[in-house]
């Protein structure tokens, strides 16, 4: 089943990451909590910023956050995956090298999405690919 994402949804992901880069941060997740979804920016382990979903909102913007993602755009809710938005798709705010992004199966109390942001000024340790 592949969802259809609304203008809005599309920019989510990527409003978020240049909220994450303006707060020095290097994480945005996605965890579910009984019934919502708690989306957190992490500098240096710590919650930066954190902000509420519904859990219907789920499908939508995960299916628009892989959208953004580098390569074909079949990705179906609820499966594992894992992806890489280096500009190919949108421009990644200054100083970004890439976002590797996981997708993770809706399960309480765990991850939902995870997106690890590199910048220009970070070493690369080759275990995402980048």
Known sequence: MTIQTP????????????????????VVQVRLDADKAVVETLAAGRVAAS????LDHCPQALASAFALCDGPDDY?????????????KAELP????????????????QRHLVARITYDSDTCCGTCGG
Do not use: C
């Open 7 to 26: 203008i809005l949804a599309r920019t989510e992901l990527l409003d978020l990451i240049h909220e994450a880069v303006a707060a020095h941060a290097n």
């Open 51 to 54: 902000r509420d979903w519904s």
């Open 94 to 109: 200054k100083g970004v090298t890439m976002v590797f992004v996981q997708f993770f199966p809706p399960r309480d109390g």
């Open 76 to 88: 179906q809710y609820g499966s594992s995956r894992s992806g890489r938005m280096t500009g190919e």
